[in-house]
Nanobody
Framework: QVQLVESGGGLVQAGGSLGLSCAAS????????IGWYRQAPGKQRELVARITSGGRTTYVDSVKGRFTISRDTAKNTVYLQMNTLKPEDTGVYYCNAKISIWSQEYWGQGTQVTVSS
């Protein structure tokens, strides 16, 4: 079992910045991937950013150039730095991880991000 605990959400004005953290109970350097999803009201959950065990990053097109995913393997923590936030970035952000290609996916409890216009 892997536990993921998010922190850092909140309310920010458009154009502002927020940073999210996700602390994992396992060694994230060996995780197949770990990353962030978000779900806006009335919409499907979507992948925002992901980092693999090899350090390769993936971003959804709408956040490229504004969001940065990073990790601290010593702290088993993954971060999402969100800059130039837009109202459409509003949603619940979930940390998501997969230990291996064969394992289930694990989810955090979510943290709310609200961007006001």
């Amino acid at each position: 079992q892997v536990q993921l605990v998010e922190s850092g959400g909140g309310l920010v004005q458009a154009g502002g910045s927020l940073g999210l953290s996700c602390a994992a109970s396992g060694s994230i350097s060996s995780f197949y991937f770990i990353g962030w999803y978000r779900q806006a009201p009335g919409k499907q959950r979507e992948l925002v950013a992901r980092i693999t065990s090899g350090g390769r990053t993936t971003y959804v097109d709408s956040v490229k150039g504004r969001f940065t995913i990073s990790r601290d393997t010593a702290k088993n923590t993954v971060y999402l730095q969100m800059n130039t936030l837009k109202p459409e970035d509003t949603g619940v952000y979930y940390c998501n991880a997969k230990i291996s290609i064969w394992s289930q996916e694990y989810w955090g409890q979510g943290t709310q991000v609200t961007v006001s216009s």
